[in-house]
């Protein structure tokens, strides 16, 4: 996390590092990547700093690119609207 405060300027609340592709995949990423598990999409982990926007009972709304920033007017309205 003090990599990603002190280089990206990332103040919200972060994961501690775990395998997010291949054999290993944490059971979150496996849920969030997987459409047999979340029901909406298949996508993968493109790059650091992919989002996925979830609703407030878990489900996966969204995923977004991690080229889109925290605070994108396509995630503030999301966001707002919920």
């Known amino acids: 996390a003090s990599f990603c405060q002190e280089n990206y300027g990332v103040t919200f609340p972060m994961m501690s590092k775990i395998s997010v592709k ?3 995949m944490h ?3 496996q849920f969030l990547t997987q459409k047999e598990k979340n029901g909406v999409e298949d996508s993968n ?3 650091n700093f992919q989002k996925y926007l ?9 995923s977004i690119s ?8 396509e995630i503030i ?3 707002e609207s919920n």
Request: glycine share 6%; aromatic share 14%.
């Open 22 to 24: 291949g054999n290993d």
């Open 27 to 29: 059971e979150i990423y």
């Open 45 to 47: 982990v493109s790059w």
């Open 54 to 62: 979830l609703d407030e009972n878990g489900y996966l709304i969204e």
């Open 66 to 73: 991690p080229r889109t920033l925290p605070n994108d007017e």
């Open 77 to 79: 309205k999301w966001i």
